[in-house]
């Protein structure tokens, strides 16, 4: 716009000019006679009075030189102002003298017929004009003549051929020079010359000058990208530095390397060495056959040979700042049973494979190998001629903090002790993972290790591992493990696509092995999964806990199941469960999977996973001889909902569909005979509302009795706006021949919700049938009284029973210890309990615990089975909700309670009715 109004103003100018023509020659007149042409000769009056020439830099101009400056090469300045000024003085002033100014003529002329000498410029714009001008003077077109008016043309026709016709880029020049306003100071005030002409074409939408800021973005994107260039270069600077010290580093590490090699090769040299010396005295002490002198000899020898190894060790440990050796049992059988094949001293017999000669009985007898302790570990393996040599592991050393900033540590045989502990920090798991507190020693022990035997009872914060023995006929079973996230360190994968979670355990079975982060089955059956999980990320999107089957290493494994946890900026941690059914056969392999949509999700800075206080992970073994039924089915998809949705079912799998079958309408589950049924449904979807943050979603499951359908269980989900998560509900429950099962997710009106599903199970429904002969199952509410409330601590709740009850488990009754806390086992078998809990609170952190106890006698032992961690209420929600899943051996007299923990709050209210509610699975083992 800047561009077509200064076009106007130049052609309005140079309309009024157009009249004035050029004349030179003698006859041209002066002012007096009215004639507006100027003159120049001898008939030119003189003493005639010139306007003082004006001094201009357009700031249009001052512009266009810029922009063709940035994309052009300009003529020299100097050139371009002279031919302005030039210009100026053969136009004159406006009051009708048209005699040439005195800054005009050349030096040493006073007569009036002097001829001006013009100055002959190589780019001067009266040779051009437009565009022209920017061109090489080799291709530039030649000037045309003037049209020459009047008499006398001939004469002066070398004079005129000297001065082009006034351009119109010229009068925009003078124009611009005759009203400053438009253009820049002048040259006596210190600003720059006039360097590129202004030409304007007639037509519109040409040639526009381009706004002032056009020509500010443009200089500043010069300037940043000087910048950028110049922090490049400084980068570049750090980086190469930073490579440097690495190599440095690098080869630091290589030089200690060598000098450590270098040290245990003098050792075991020694070694060598002390191993001869002690041959050439057995054989001395052979020859002389003093069998008293030699038991001395043996003994000194080997307290000699013991501390050496001592030695040996303290050295390696100063030389690696670590506190574990394994040496080869070649190099540390210092008897040399290579050149004495037979036993020493002539045991009884040769001694079996897990025995050696014992020389300090008289006779030497063949003893069992010892195994090491828990918390020691071993030094050397057993032989014919010496048992296993074991060391304690110092934990004070080896685990950095153990026992806090501010109490002492000391080191225990198979354990340690924490000075200045409280007696209340034990039971919370002060004593960290493998390890528990000894209540008769008051320290921390060890968990022992179930070799070769199954493991009834896993370590708990207060109690130690039992062990079982193994029996081929049993019907159930157990396992549990506890699941982290892989050191970023070593880690190769990404949370994207997939990133494998570590399961790893203490706990030995023959039903599987456990290596590599993976579960690998070793008998065929059913397998119940559950993984509590409790993470706090600031990912750009949600993230997604899931577990996939592998049936060979060569076939793409299969998702069984996956939840999706909704993104809260990092702000608070947020638990979620996991539960799946499947068919195993030998060498299926499980693996539990993080995922995230995209590559935005660093895993070292953005999760925080809660490192909770027992296992996990647990999983639910039923033997095919149960007769028990599984079955998968994915849910369709449809559009959109505003209140309830009952979701249709396609079926996947199913082991038996007799059985088990779907109904005529696909939306619910029909059983065949009576039993129980332990479910879950998962079902990812995206909302989109206010009101559904404030009111939240319900997962609701029916069983259907002659077309009646009561509400049988409840889930609760905090609502998300905007947002993609997940709702699940898992319990079990008795079902009769003839009875449906199906579900209802309820939301708040004026909340719109997407319903997703995809081949990785986060909208799945699994459930496992079990015969009523060998299973039961027991629900359980919250009770009305007794409930905690305000500043609640590690506190129990209190229930009470909703269903039947069964003479394998039942709720303790008034008069019982413990009453309407504790749920009793009568039978030895395998147990599975799904909790959920709805409620208001103000905690920072809120942990719900499952606490487990080896009898009702005084002397009882109590210690977590499972527990799942929530953060703060998200912003805009009246409730909250908090569960867990687990599963676990139980014996005859085993009774389980539940606790809840507030951390920096208090809790305010817990409802007893939707949402809350226990449901417990007993399978005979």
């Known amino acids: 716009?800047?561009?077509?109004?200064?076009?106007?103003?130049?052609?309005?100018?140079?309309?009024?000019?157009?009249?004035?023509?050029?004349?030179?020659?003698?006859?041209?007149?002066?002012?007096?006679?009215?004639?507006?042409?100027?003159?120049?000769?001898?008939?030119?009056?003189?003493?005639?009075?010139?306007?003082?020439?004006?001094?201009?830099?357009?700031?249009?101009?001052?512009?266009?030189?810029?922009?063709?400056?940035?994309?052009?090469?300009?003529?020299?300045?100097?050139?371009?102002?002279?031919?302005?000024?030039?210009?100026?003085?053969?136009?004159?002033?406006?009051?009708?003298?048209?005699?040439?100014?005195?800054?005009?003529?050349?030096?040493?002329?006073?007569?009036?017929?002097?001829?001006?000498?013009?100055?002959?410029?190589?780019?001067?714009?009266?040779?051009?004009?437009?565009?022209?001008?920017?061109?090489?003077?080799?291709?530039?077109?030649?000037?045309?003549?003037?049209?020459?008016?009047?008499?006398?043309?001939?004469?002066?026709?070398?004079?005129?051929?000297?001065?082009?016709?006034?351009?119109?880029?010229?009068?925009?020049?003078?124009?611009?020079?005759?009203?400053?306003?438009?253009?820049?100071?002048?040259?006596?005030?210190?600003?720059?010359?006039?360097?590129?002409?202004?030409?304007?074409?007639?037509?519109?939408?040409?040639?526009e000058v381009p706004s002032e800021d056009a020509l500010i973005l443009h200089l500043q994107l010069a300037k940043g990208q000087e910048k950028l260039v110049d922090a490049l270069r400084a980068q570049q600077v750090v980086i190469r530095d930073l490579q440097q010290k690495l190599a440095d580093q690098q080869e630091a590490l290589l030089s200690q390397q060598r000098e450590i090699l270098e040290q245990q090769r003098r050792m075991y040299e020694q070694m060598d060495v002390v191993k001869a010396q002690y041959g050439l005295l057995s054989d001395t002490v052979k020859?002389?056959?003093?069998?008293?002198?030699?038991?001395?000899?043996?003994?000194?020898?080997?307290?000699?040979?013991?501390?050496?190894?001592?030695?040996?060790?303290?050295?390696?440990?100063?030389?690696?700042?670590?506190?574990?050796?394994?040496v080869d049992s070649k190099e540390m059988d210092v008897i040399g049973e290579a050149r004495f094949p037979q036993p020493l001293l002539a045991c009884p017999s040769t001694c079996g494979s897990d025995h050696f000669c014992d020389f300090q009985r008289d006779p030497p007898q063949c003893e069992k190998c010892t195994m090491c302790p828990p918390g020691f570990f071993l030094i050397s393996q057993c032989s014919p001629t010496a048992d296993r040599m074991c060391q304690d592991r110092d934990e004070c050393l080896e685990i950095p903090n153990v026992c806090g900033e501010h109490v002492k540590c000391l080191n225990t045989p198979g354990g340690f002790r924490c000075l200045g502990a409280s007696e209340r920090q034990p039971v919370l798991g002060f004593c960290g993972h493998e390890y528990f507190y000894n209540q008769e020693l008051q320290e921390c022990q060890a968990c022992s290790d179930c070799d070769g035997e199954t493991v009834a009872v896993p370590c708990s914060a207060i109690s130690d591992s039992v062990c079982s023995h193994v029996s081929d006929t049993r019907l159930s079973g157990s396992w549990a493990a506890s699941v982290a996230l892989p050191s970023a360190r070593i880690n190769k994968g990404q949370v994207f696509p997939g990133l494998q979670l570590n399961v790893q355990s203490k706990e030995s079975s023959d039903l599987l092995s456990?290596?590599?982060?993976?579960?690998?089955?070793?008998?065929?059956?059913?397998?119940?999964?559950?993984?509590?999980?409790?993470?706090?990320?600031?990912?750009?999107?949600?993230?997604?806990?899931?577990?996939?089957?592998?049936?060979?290493?060569?076939?793409?494994?299969?998702?069984?199941?996956?939840?999706?946890?909704?993104?809260?900026?990092?702000?608070?941690?947020?638990?979620?469960?996991?539960?799946?059914?499947?068919?195993?056969?030998?060498?299926?392999?499980?693996?539990?999977l993080l995922r995230s949509p995209n590559q935005h999700c660093n895993q070292s800075k953005d999760i925080h996973v809660y490192d909770l206080n027992s296992p996990t992970f647990s999983l639910l073994w039923l033997s095919h001889d149960t007769g028990a039924v599984a079955m998968t089915a994915q849910m369709s998809l449809l559009a959109h909902y505003q209140t309830s949705y009952r979701p249709t079912f396609r079926m996947t799998a199913v082991s038996d569909p007799y059985m088990v079958s779907l109904t005529h309408d696909s939306r619910g589950v029909r059983f065949t005979e009576s039993g129980v049924v332990k479910f879950v449904l998962q079902q990812a979807l995206y909302s989109m509302g206010h009101t559904c943050i404030q009111e939240g979603f319900f997962l609701i499951a029916h069983t259907n009795r002659n077309s009646t359908g009561p509400s049988a269980l409840q889930s609760f989900k905090t609502g998300v706006n905007y947002r993609d998560t997940s709702i699940t509900l898992s319990g079990a429950l008795r079902v009769e021949g003839g009875d449906t099962l199906s579900f209802e997710i309820t939301s708040p009106t004026q909340c719109n919700i997407r319903y997703f599903g995809d081949g990785t199970g986060i909208s799945m429904l699994s459930l496992m049938w079990i015969p009523s002969a060998v299973s039961a199952a027991l629900t359980a509410t919250?009770?009305?009284?007794?409930?905690?409330?305000?500043?609640?601590?590690?506190?129990?709740?209190?229930?009470?029973?909703?269903?039947?009850?069964?003479?394998?488990?039942?709720?303790?009754?008034?008069?019982?210890?413990?009453?309407?806390?504790?749920?009793?086992?009568?039978?030895?078998?395998?147990?599975?309990?799904?909790?959920?809990?709805?409620?208001?609170?103000?905690c920072n952190i809120i942990k719900l615990t499952l606490q487990r106890?080896?009898?009702?006698?005084?002397?009882?032992?109590?210690?977590?089975?499972?527990?799942?961690?929530?953060?703060?209420?998200?912003?805009?929600?009246?409730?909250?909700?908090?569960?867990?899943?687990?599963?676990?051996?139980?014996?005859n007299g085993t009774a389980v309670y539940v606790t809840l923990d507030c951390l920096r709050g208090r809790v305010n209210q817990i409802t007893d009715k939707e949402g809350t509610n226990i449901s417990i699975l007993w399978v005979a083992v």
């Not at 253009?183 to 939408?205: H, R, W, Y």
């Not at 001395?296 to 040996?312: R, V």
Request: include cysteine.
């Open 1 to 207: 716009m800047d561009g077509k109004v200064l076009c106007l103003l130049v052609l309005s100018w140079a309309s009024l000019d157009a009249v004035a023509e050029i004349c030179t020659g003698t006859n041209c007149h002066g002012g007096e006679t009215g004639d507006p042409r100027p003159c120049a000769g001898a008939h030119c009056p003189s003493g005639r009075s010139s306007r003082p020439p004006r001094h201009h830099n357009p700031t249009v101009q001052g512009w266009a030189a810029q922009i063709v400056g940035s994309q052009y090469h300009t003529y020299p300045r100097a050139e371009a102002h002279l031919a302005v000024q030039t210009q100026r003085g053969r136009l004159g002033d406006s009051s009708g003298s048209w005699t040439r100014s005195s800054e005009a003529s050349p030096p040493g002329c006073v007569d009036g017929d002097c001829t001006p000498k013009v100055p002959q410029q190589s780019n001067d714009t009266r040779d051009c004009k437009g565009l022209e001008c920017r061109l090489p003077l080799r291709i530039r077109p030649k000037p045309r003549g003037r049209t020459c008016l009047g008499e006398g043309c001939a004469a002066g026709s070398e004079e005129r051929a000297q001065f082009p016709p006034v351009h119109l880029s010229d009068r925009a020049a003078q124009f611009l020079g005759d009203f400053p306003e438009f253009g820049n100071p002048s040259p006596e005030l210190g600003a720059a010359a006039l360097g590129v002409q202004l030409t304007c074409d007639i037509k519109p939408g040409e040639n």
């Open 782 to 842: 919250v009770s009305k009284t007794g409930l905690p409330f305000g500043a609640v601590r590690n506190k129990p709740l209190f229930f009470q029973q909703i269903s039947s009850d069964t003479e394998q488990v039942h709720l303790a009754r008034s008069g019982e210890p413990n009453a309407r806390k504790n749920f009793v086992f009568r039978e030895k078998g395998t147990a599975n309990i799904a909790i959920n809990l709805k409620l208001i609170h103000s």
């Open 514 to 592: 456990n290596a590599e982060g993976r579960v690998t089955f070793l008998h065929h059956g059913l397998v119940w999964m559950d993984h509590n999980f409790a993470i706090k990320h600031s990912c750009r999107n949600f993230l997604q806990v899931g577990m996939r089957l592998n049936v060979s290493q060569e076939e793409e494994g299969q998702d069984l199941s996956g939840v999706r946890i909704e993104q809260p900026d990092g702000k608070y941690f947020q638990g979620v469960s996991i539960s799946s059914v499947v068919e195993v056969e030998p060498n299926h392999t499980i693996s539990v």
């Open 287 to 326: 020859q002389v056959s003093f069998q008293g002198l030699q038991g001395e000899l043996q003994s000194y020898f080997e307290s000699h040979l013991a501390g050496l190894q001592s030695q040996a060790r303290s050295h390696l440990q100063k030389s690696y700042a670590v506190h574990k050796m394994d």
């Open 853 to 891: 106890t080896a009898g009702l006698g005084p002397g009882r032992q109590v210690g977590p089975v499972a527990q799942q961690v929530s953060g703060t209420m998200p912003e805009g929600s009246e409730w909250a909700s908090i569960g867990l899943r687990t599963s676990f051996q139980v014996q």
